[in-house]
């Protein structure tokens, strides 16, 4: 069913697809486990009628499921259903003893810890799939339809710092959310994490790598659809948008922030999120290479701050270089879908985590970025020249296990900055609210915070609207009003006492 997200203050109400997590393959399947392990406890009569029943559900959906790709959250439910079918149908095939009497049946006491045995492990299978979905995205609230494409560029004049061939020139994968035209009903959506399921697969197993976790636990992302469109063709008007730039965080990719970028893009933004070659979990390139990350704590919080500084400056380098390339479509020096589209004369940069140290840092280093979005993270690298953009940062509350160091440096930031800066803080929130994680992850507050599936990208993507709004189409706008109604809001002003 359709449920809408409570708060919607930007545009139409945003609505968000709510349901079962499991395919009606897959509920067909348990419902016939179901109905295996209770028909021993029906009356003899409506036994054999239940049993044939369940068997001709459960067998073609299980073997219909397997053909179209079985998840793992249906294992327990077929474990279930075996441990149950051979007291379901013995008696069938037993038949009647001589005299006409039934067949024999385990006493109720013996029976009745094997089917509670079945029916818990039928009962994992449902749950597991509501911890572990396969992620439904929001349907985009603003006017436009969102139409995506990926693209590849190499820096000609910088060569690549994580190899040791001096021939290697840095390259990176973006991939482009912009308003787009509307497509026929029907239209296939774009795959997540990747152009083809195959490269998705490779992108998930890595990430789940990154986290030590199993791959298979999270084989619900690669089977999902966004809601934009692959090529589409941009919108019709011969309007400029404005471009956001977007870098994830440490050993992150370019489609973990999809559902924040597809809502920034149907109410008229380009944006362009980086996958940063061997900082990415897995960057699969045009031609088939897929280069794994190779950045990696020490232990030591003085070098791993160092590293992370050069790692940011890295990251920068290349928000600076895309921008330099989209700047080259806009004003026509280079072909493509969106040339004479895009308006980087009013360009934000923005990350997640270490993306967000990387676009304070990016900002710092080159004046064309007119606004920063630091999504909770800690500023790594040098705190100088002082910010001059305006400049927005959303965090989680600061609890105990907080980095100590880490609302200070963030405050010198802001404070220093000579433009207004504002500060977020949203109830209810963790590291990973600030992403897609909330949409296919467990519902476990200190994972993806306590605002749910629902609520966490509708909060993220319309507090950062209401301060792009303010800064980029509206000059001088104060987006402070707007952005109260998300958290807790300290405003930072240039002039104001320190």
Not at 203 to 224: H, I, K, T
Request: hydrophobic share 45%; proline share 9%.
């Amino acid at each position: 069913m359709r449920r809408r997200a409570p708060g919607a203050e930007h545009g139409r109400v945003t609505e968000i697809m709510t349901g079962p997590q499991m395919s009606p393959l897959e509920i067909l399947a348990l419902l016939g486990a179901v109905a295996l392990v209770v028909a021993r406890w029906l009356p003899p009569a409506a036994r054999p009628r239940v049993t044939v029943a369940a068997a001709a559900v459960l067998v073609p959906s299980t073997i219909v499921t397997a053909v179209v790709g079985i998840r793992w959250q249906l294992l327990p439910v077929l474990a279930g259903a075996a441990l149950a079918a051979p007291f379901a149908l013995a008696p069938l095939l037993r038949g009647r003893r001589r005299g006409g009497r039934p067949a024999w049946r385990a006493r109720w006491w013996l029976a009745l810890p094997g089917s509670v045995a079945c029916a818990a492990l039928i009962a994992t299978g449902p749950v597991a799939a509501w911890a572990f979905p396969v992620p439904v995205f929001p349907e985009p609230s603003g006017e436009f339809a969102v139409g995506t494409r990926v693209v590849q560029w190499t820096d000609p004049r910088r060569p690549e710092t994580f190899t040791a061939d001096p021939g290697d020139l840095r390259t990176v994968v973006v991939q482009l959310w912009y308003p787009a035209q509307h497509s026929p009903a029907g239209t296939r959506r774009a795959q997540y994490l990747g152009r083809t399921e195959q490269e998705a697969r490779t992108v998930s197993e890595a990430l789940a790598r990154g986290v030590g976790l199993p791959g298979f636990l999270v084989d619900g992302a690669p089977r999902a659809r966004s809601r934009a469109v692959f090529d589409a063709p941009p919108a019709t008007g011969g309007r400029r948008f404005p471009v956001v730039l977007f870098s994830p965080g440490s050993g992150g990719v370019r489609t973990q922030n999809t559902a924040w970028a597809e809502e920034l893009a149907s109410h008229g933004y380009v944006v362009a999120a980086l996958d940063h070659p061997y900082d990415s979990a897995a960057v699969v390139l045009a031609d088939g290479r897929t280069i794994t990350s190779e950045t990696a704590s020490s232990g030591d919080p003085d070098k791993d701050e160092e590293l992370a500084a050069g790692w940011t400056a890295v990251r920068a380098a290349d928000l600076g270089f895309v921008l330099t390339r989209l700047d080259a479509e806009a004003r026509g020096e280079s072909a493509g879908p969106l040339t004479g589209r895009l308006d980087t004369s009013r360009v934000a940069v923005g990350g997640h985590s270490m993306g967000g140290a990387a676009a304070l840092q990016a900002a710092r280093q080159d004046g064309r970025f007119a606004a920063v979005i630091d999504l909770d993270g800690y500023p790594h690298g040098p705190t100088t020249p002082a910010l001059h953009q305006p400049t927005l940062a959303l965090t989680q509350a600061i609890t105990p296990a907080t980095d100590p160091r880490y609302p200070p440096r963030l405050t010198e930031a802001l404070t220093a900055n000579t433009a207004t800066s504002y500060r977020l803080t949203i109830p209810g929130a963790a590291h990973l609210t600030f992403m897609d994680g909330p949409l296919y992850l467990p519902p476990v507050p200190s994972i993806v915070g306590s605002l749910g599936r629902t609520e966490s990208p509708h909060v993220v993507a319309a507090a950062t609207l209401a301060f792009l709004d303010a800064v980029l189409r509206n000059g001088s706008g104060d987006p402070a009003g707007a952005l109260r109604t998300y958290g807790d809001l300290t405003v930072h002003r240039p002039g104001d006492s320190r």
